[in-house]
């Protein structure tokens, strides 16, 4: 199986991802197209605006080919892309993927100005990671078979299940590779 990953690349912050891999030593490939997710081993849905991203993704034939290809790949969602990912969004311009169980709340932590960083607790490593909030959304109501993978304060800010993790923080802003590492190695194929 080829070890590379696709980045959806219709809008938004996908070039700091390449970034991100490169630094890891992993291939990536920016997917505009459905045909361009062949041979990709996992894909990542970068951050951005949601409402723009699902509108795209049924523009230029994504929508389906993307949910085909989580069924067994692993994606991992950031932000707008956690929001894509959710099974219920608290927005109906948004036709999220419907990957996890859980219920995306967009600008959670408010408008732009309210943009913060700040250290957040990860279960898998006792490091805290210094992660950028931009218009975060909110994880609310998982279902029980989600993982909490990272908290603020009392907010759960990074879930996985499966393959699949979201995160409603940026870290391909940061120097910090552990988040997109901790995804890769929750499959075999890297
Ligand atoms: N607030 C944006 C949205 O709802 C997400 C912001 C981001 O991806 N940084 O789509």
């Given amino acids: 199986m080829s070890k590379t990953v696709g980045v959806l690349a219709l809008q938004g912050a996908y070039q700091k991802h390449v970034e991100s891999l490169e630094k890891l030593g992993v291939a990536c490939r920016l997917i505009r197209k459905a045909g361009e997710l062949e041979n990709c081993a996992a894909l990542i849905l970068p951050g951005g605006e949601s409402t723009t991203i699902s509108l795209l993704l049924q523009e230029n034939g994504l929508y389906q080919p993307i ?22 969004v608290d927005d109906k311009r948004v036709t999220p993927l419907a990957l996890l169980p859980f219920k995306a709340q967009r ?35 998982p279902s029980a078979e989600i993982k909490v993978l990272a908290t603020h304060k009392e907010e759960t800010v990074m879930i996985g299940c499966g393959k699949h993790v979201a995160l409603s923080f940026h870290p391909e802003l940061t120097d910090d590779t552990r988040i997109h590492e901790y995804w890769l190695s929750r499959s075999n194929n890297f």
């Fill in 107 to 141: 600008n959670f932590y408010g408008r732009q100005v309210h943009s913060f960083t700040d250290d957040i607790k990860l279960t898998f490593d006792s490091k805290p990671f210094n992660a950028p909030f931009i218009r975060a959304p909110g994880i609310k109501n």
């Fill in 67 to 88: 949910k085909f290809f989580a069924q067994n790949h692993p994606v991992m969602g950031v932000c707008a892309g956690m929001i894509m990912m959710a099974s219920e």
